[in-house]
Every structure is written in C-alpha cells, then in structure tokens.
C-alpha cells in the first residue's frame, strides 16, 4: 500500500462561516481504503512583513490577540484581498499600523498550518522611515513599536512571543540577520 499518495476527497461542506474565515468539514479516502473527515481553516491568503529601519529597529505592531488571549508584538500585515498583489498588501499593512515605508522585498510564501489553506506570502521591508501615523482598521487597537534587533530575536523570536514566528525567521535569513 503506498503511503505517500493524495487523498481522495469525498465531500466538502461549510460547517461555520464569518468575517471572512470558514471552518469546511471535508471527508477523505485515506490510502488504506478507510474514511475520516477533517475539519480544515479556511482563509483568505495573508501578507506578513518583517520591517527594520536603517538601524535595525525591527517595526511591531503591538495589539492584542484573540487566539492565545495576549498582547503581543506581531508583524505588521493582513489578509490579502481578491485581485489584490501580496506586496501592495503588505507595503498597506505596514503604512496602516505603524506608519512607516520602505524599501520591500518578497522572501516566500508559506502554509499556515497542516489543516489550512492559508498561504502566507512574507516579505522583508528595509531601510523603513515613518511618513504618517497610523491608521489601523476600526476592529485593530495598535501601538507601535520600535525594538532592537538583538533584542527581538532573543526576546520576541526565540521565546515564541508573536503568531508569525516562522515569517520572522524567514525574514531575517533572507536578510542574512540571523
């Protein structure tokens, strides 16, 4: 029985939908004949952008976040509407919360997790220099936040303090910052 072969998908159905998020039950013929459904995250693709200014300040956005029920200091970005190109979404995001522009460069793109279909499309932005105050979505509360390289890779990055960790590490080896 070959073990490395795409599932057949038997059904599909929306189980729960709002705010542009879905959660779709879907059943599977697994390799060995038998059926199971997985319940898999369904979005929209989403931009995330590591931003530094010319002396490595890394650029957060600080806000509080509903999965893990904390604050903390994330990478500004968002999700990526239809017809819309990654990179004008990402240069938004980062003009929209924190106020700063610069110099963007794609990294990749990556998967959310194994039971999603987000992809999220990373980019590095250098050479950042504030040109207006935010102006975040009426549903974002976000502090900017200015913090030393060295600081966010021991503070924030290695001890797991934000929800695009695997984009921030991207980021700064596409930086050769690591």
């Known amino acids: 029985m070959e073990q490395h072969q795409a599932w057949r998908e038997i059904t599909r159905e929306t189980a ?34 590591l931003a530094l200014t010319a002396d490595r300040q890394v650029i957060l956005a600080r806000q509080f976040r509903p999965g893990p029920r904390r604050i903390l200091n994330e990478l500004p970005g968002g999700f990526v509407e239809p017809a819309t190109d990654p990179a004008a979404t990402a240069a938004a995001e980062l003009l929209e919360e ?6 963007l460069q794609p990294v990749t793109e990556v998967w959310d997790d194994a039971y999603s279909n987000v992809i999220r499309h990373v980019f590095a932005a250098t050479d950042c220099v504030k040109v207006a105050e935010p102006r975040p979505e009426h549903t974002e509360f976000v ?9 966010f890779r021991s503070e924030v990055l290695r001890k797991g303090q934000l929800t695009d960790a695997e984009a921030a590490y991207l980021a700064l080896d596409h930086l050769g910052l690591l």
């Open 16 to 49: 729960f939908t709002k705010y542009g998020r879905s959660v779709e039950r879907v059943a599977f013929e697994l390799p060995d004949g038998s059926k199971n459904d997985f319940y898999l995250k369904c979005e929209r693709p989403a931009a995330a952008v």
């Open 143 to 151: 502090d900017t936040v200015l913090m030393p390289l060295d600081r």
């Open 98 to 103: 924190t106020g700063y522009q610069g110099t």
